[in-house]
Every structure is written in C-alpha cells, then in structure tokens.
C-alpha cells in the first residue's frame, strides 16, 4: 500500500509456467511484487513500475502440448 512493502501469505490455485492463479491471499485493488523480493524488507519503502497485463502475457514464453 502507498508503496509501502507487505509481507502475506497467498494461496496458489493453479500454477502453470510464468503463470499463477492465486485461490486467496490478495484482493483485485492491490499490487503485488513478482521480482526482487529477496532483496528487500517487510516495510521496506520502494519505487516501482505497473506494467499491462496484456503486454506482460503477450511476452511471456509460453508452450502448449
């Protein structure tokens, strides 16, 4: 919140390669971190950038059987 880092526990419902759906743990509203992590502190102030969920997806390395 305000840029401001929060620890919580999520709970993966389905997980596939660069992809999770998360079951619980984190409301549509908020942001979440999905690198740089280990380097940082439970309150930890940071700066950081939204990208498109779209764009983001198109980029991804994705295969099908």
């Known amino acids: 919140k305000n840029g401001v880092l929060h620890e ?3 709970e993966v419902a389905e997980e596939a390669p ?3 759906i998360l079951k619980s743990g984190i409301r ?3 942001m979440y971190l ?3 992590q280990n380097k940082l502190s439970r309150g930890e102030k940071i ?3 939204v990208l498109d969920p779209q764009t983001v997806i198109l980029n991804l390395d994705l295969y099908a059987n």
């Open 8 to 10: 919580r526990e999520i």
């Open 18 to 20: 660069h992809i999770f």
């Open 28 to 30: 549509a509203d908020e």
């Open 34 to 36: 999905i690198e740089g």
């Open 47 to 49: 700066k950081f950038k």
